[in-house]
């Protein structure tokens, strides 16, 4: 068992390492062998490792958190007009601008994130593409500070020992010194906690709040990531070319770094690197052979490589590479483990044997409850939409400790007051406090956050993450470290990593899937994906779990066990709501049924009681019995 | 400083309808094909710019009128060949690819038109040359007049191609439920390729007309969509007729703006589009009710502060 942990936190913790080492070997490599070859090469490589950054910074936001930018030479320029300001106006050291000139271009990304990043999908484009125009306009315009059209010239180069890294070998060395250094950003993103929750973002947004990540702050930390690595090449590039205009960082700039980072591969580490190398080298061959230099039919090149790409090979250069590994690699990875497609297998693990664990698993939450106390109150809770009334006038109180089912035909209203408690939905009319707390300004990531856990009637996971990374999301969403204190304190950022690694596969054996752990979610069968989505919320160490309609779409023998690990649950201290079509499986389960009808309460009581209750039988056998 | 603005804000209104009516062209172009395929085409204003360099290409053979209905159907061949390239086969995938792939689809058409007709801007000749319109201190070429004829007549036979047409119909049942349409035998697919060859037309028109107001060039496309996304966006991307208006008020403000201070022609854009954008995002109240939770708890943390 531990030796499979240990299995998989060596490939991770490997590929972060890797990531940086490999960075560092091939920059050391290139240098050394390209600077014998001459000062056209050593360029081509500079021009390289240089887009390469920028392209990295698009992997970040787009591949791996789904947020399109066409804006990345807006940062770019940034980077580039402040540091080359800096140094011609105020005399400050290049060792100094430079990192000036990437810190601003983060808080730039910062602020300009604020009102960007509420944007979803194509506005987000949109804005940015937008941002990148202004940035443009703006470099051209404000003469008195950048020059205008006709430049800053005469920027210093980087000195050393008082002498200037004036050549283009001397000032690879730096190149690639921060090439290395981007990469440890790239990778410590991506292997790290911050790429688990950009994807689980860009999967999912509303199970991803669900769990407790803000989407809006991971957009936030990946847009300013993917800002500091334009904002460090635009800077880098000022001191070597030591000439700025605006024309370098135009839209031709955002348009060839996407390309280089689709060709590469948007959801791999790699892909900026192997696309900036291939297209660079590309070029610069089409234009040896060619004998054209001509810049519009570059830019019709780039055009029609971005398209095929992303028709052809949408995961790109890495994309092919992974297929491979894969295929090489899943059957060591995965141990000797049944195949998930031959149900029945591991099935007698779920329950049964998760409901042993979970004793000393101690599920509780955060806040120390009395027994009975309100958990949550709801309030003459009315609900519209335009103008179907799915919930009037509903009260309802959840006691600590219990579990209350609420069940009613469909259309009841059950799932929207589901979804008022979790704060998917914001009430007409009505208070709904939660542990005491008005949730109805909340957003559900903060109810999330005050010890909520949810599962969705249509299970929703990340379905291209695994078994074990689902689980990770949610541990991790609010707790561990940011993407600075991680970059400065990476030791210990990775032991808590390590530690919520060992704590999710704890879960996942909890729910009986710990042998699927490195399996992607989306490849398990329902009754398993329904397990992991209970263990992701698990992880959330609810006081207050609401599971939306549990029981669909298991056999019998799926629901004894479900029922089993439930009531082990709830023993262990977790308030339990469900909804419920099943009827039977509710009666024997809930300590109290509450029925809604047409958006109204219509009965509330023991199973027993509402069994017997006049307006019940009558909600679900029609008004005729 | 009043004087001049009070005798040149008509002019600055004049020009802003003009430009406004191809900005609502563009929007709605964008709001048919995103209505239909919930794709944002940014290669929307390269049809217009299509529109344009083809109209002035065909003038150069044959007489204007069948010089624009050539531009307009080779535009409209050449969006259902783009359709069938690049969004047809692809018409699953995400959202994200999709408009990477009419991102490209602009960035291809940008740099064709460079190559075939180079970087400098061409004129057209004004559709009826004459003497202008004087009205007050404002001076209204007949050409404006065209723009604004054009428009309107394209706007009211696109309302009555929708609501009265088969076809049209079809387009709208498909905007509002794919799945149903698809139940009573209406492919999303073919409906997407009838909305892009539609706002292909639209831009072909919207180019042409304009070609001999502000000149053509090959970049022109990309200012267009990202001026035709604000009324779009303003009209919920879901409504022709808000597009139309929010296009005009658009054109109008800029022009405005661009009198008072020509460097702020392109800032008004961006800061026109965040500025709905934000606001649409307060109007559906998810940032406004946690603000106002915000405030809320802090309020109640004061009081249990003050109460000890």
């Known amino acids: ?625 | 400083m009043r004087d001049v603005l009070v005798w040149q804000l008509p002019q600055w209104i004049v020009s802003g309808v003009v430009m406004g009516c191809v900005y609502a062209l563009v929007a709605v172009g964008l709001v048919i094909v995103h209505n239909v395929t919930r794709i944002l085409n940014v290669a929307q204003g390269a049809f217009v710019m299509l529109g344009a360099m083809l109209t002035i290409q065909f003038a150069k053979w044959l007489p204007l009128a069948p010089a624009v209905v050539a531009a307009v159907v080779v535009t409209v061949v050449i969006g259902a060949v783009t359709y069938g390239i690049l969004i047809y086969p692809r018409f699953e995938a995400g959202l994200l690819t999709l408009i990477m792939l009419t991102f490209g689809a602009d960035v291809i058409f940008r740099t064709v038109a460079l190559i075939l007709w180079g970087p400098d801007p061409l004129a057209l000749r004004e559709f009826t040359p004459g003497k202008p319109l004087i009205i007050g201190t404002a001076v209204v070429t007949r050409q404006a007049l065209w723009v604004i004829g054009v428009t309107a007549l394209l706007v009211i036979l696109l309302q009555l191609f929708f609501k009265r047409s088969l076809l049209g119909t079809a387009l709208r049942a498909c905007a509002s439920n794919a799945t149903a349409a698809r139940l009573v035998g209406i492919r999303p697919q073919l409906m997407g390729l009838v909305s892009w060859m539609l706002a292909a037309a639209l831009g072909a028109f919207a180019g042409a007309v304009i070609a001999p107001v502000t000149f053509a060039t090959y970049f022109m496309g990309l200012e267009l969509t990202i001026r035709g996304v604000v009324p779009a966006v303003l009209a919920g991307l879901a409504s022709p007729v808000g597009a139309v208006v929010g296009g005009v008020v658009f054109g109008i403000i800029e022009a405005v703006a661009a009198g008072v201070y020509s460097g702020l022609r392109d800032v008004v854009a961006f800061v026109c589009l965040v500025a709905i954008l934000v606001v649409r995002e307060l109007r559906t109240g998810v940032l406004t009710t946690h603000l106002r939770a915000r405030v809320r708890a802090w309020r109640m943390s004061e009081l249990a502060r003050g109460q000890q």
């Open chain 1, 1 to 625: 068992m531990s030796g499979r942990v240990d299995l998989g936190r060596v490939l991770r913790a490997d590929r972060e390492i890797l990531t940086v080492l490999g960075a560092a070997v091939f920059a050391l490599v290139a240098i050394l062998l390209l600077g014998g070859a001459g000062a056209y090469a050593v360029t081509i490589l500079n021009v390289v490792l240089l887009r390469a950054l920028a392209a990295t910074g698009v992997v970040l936001l787009t591949g791996y958190c789904g947020q399109l930018s066409l804006g990345q030479g807006a940062f770019a320029a940034i980077g580039a007009y402040i540091s080359a300001i800096l140094a011609t106006q105020y005399g400050l050291s290049p060792w100094l601008t430079i990192p000036l000139a990437c810190i601003a271009a983060g808080v730039a990304a910062w602020v300009v994130g604020f009102p960007l990043l509420q944007l979803r999908g194509h506005y987000l484009a949109l804005g940015t593409l937008a941002l990148a125009a202004i940035v443009y306009q703006l470099s051209v315009e404000l003469r008195g500070i950048t020059g205008g059209a006709s430049g800053i010239t005469s920027i210093p180069s980087l000195t050393l020992f008082g002498r200037e890294l004036g050549s283009p070998w001397a000032y690879s060395w730096i190149i690639g010194l921060v090439f290395v250094l981007g990469m440890y950003v790239a990778g410590r993103f991506a292997f790290g906690r911050m790429g688990r929750l950009a994807q689980a973002v860009r999967e999912d947004e509303t199970a991803a709040e669900a769990i407790g990540i803000s989407p809006f702050g991971v957009k936030n930390v990946s847009f300013v990531s993917g800002a500091v690595l334009a904002g460090v090449s635009g800077a880098l590039y000022v001191h070597w070319v030591r000439f700025l205009d605006p024309v370098p960082f135009g839209l031709q700039y955002s348009i060839e770094v996407l390309t280089m980072a689709v060709f590469g591969g948007i959801g791999s580490v790699w892909g900026g690197l192997l696309g900036a190398i291939t297209l660079t080298v590309l070029t610069e061959a089409l234009r040896y052979v060619t004998g054209v230099a001509s810049a519009e039919y570059q830019a019709l090149a780039f055009g029609v490589v971005f398209v095929a790409v992303l028709m052809l090979w949408p995961r790109g250069l890495a994309g092919i590479a992974d297929v491979w590994s894969a295929r090489g690699r899943t059957s060591d990875r995965r141990g000797g483990v049944p195949n998930v497609s031959s149900e029945g297998t591991a099935e007698a693990e779920v329950g049964i044997g998760g409901g042993a664990l979970i004793a000393d698993h101690r599920v509780t939450g955060p806040i120390r409850l009395q027994h009975g106390d309100e958990l949550v109150v709801v309030q003459r809770l009315h609900c519209r939409f335009g103008g179907v009334k799915a919930l009037e006038d509903v009260n309802l109180v959840v006691r600590a400790g219990e579990i209350l089912a609420v069940i009613g035909p469909n259309g009841a209203g059950k799932t929207t007051l589901f979804n008022v408690i979790a704060g998917a939905i914001k009430p007409t009319a009505g208070a709904v406090t939660v542990l005491g707390r008005d949730i109805r300004g909340l957003r559900p990531y903060e109810v999330a956050r005050l010890g909520v856990a949810r599962t969705f009637q249509n299970v929703r996971l990340f379905t291209e993450m695994t078994c074990v990374e689902n689980v990770l999301a949610a541990l991790e969403a609010h707790d561990g470290y940011g993407m600075i204190r991680g970059l400065v304190l990476p030791v210990r950022a990775r032991q808590r990593e390590d530690a919520a690694v060992d704590e999710a596969h704890r879960l996942l054996a909890v729910v009986g899937l710990a042998e699927f752990a490195h399996f992607r979610a989306g490849d398990l069968p329902l009754a398993k994906q329904r397990a992991l989505e209970l263990a992701r919320a698990l992880a959330r160490r609810p006081t207050l779990l609401l599971m939306d309609e549990p029981a669909s779409g298991l056999n019998e023998a799926e629901r004894d066990e479900l029922a089993a690990l439930i009531r082990s649950l709830n023993a262990s201290g977790v308030t339990i709501l469900l909804i419920e079509h099943a009827v039977d499986f509710v009666m024997a389960l809930a300590d109290r049924v509450v029925v809604l009808s047409r958006g109204m309460k219509i009965a509330e009581g023991t199973p027993l009681e509402v069994r017997n209750d006049r307006h019940v039988i009558e909600a679900y056998l029609g008004e005729a019995a």
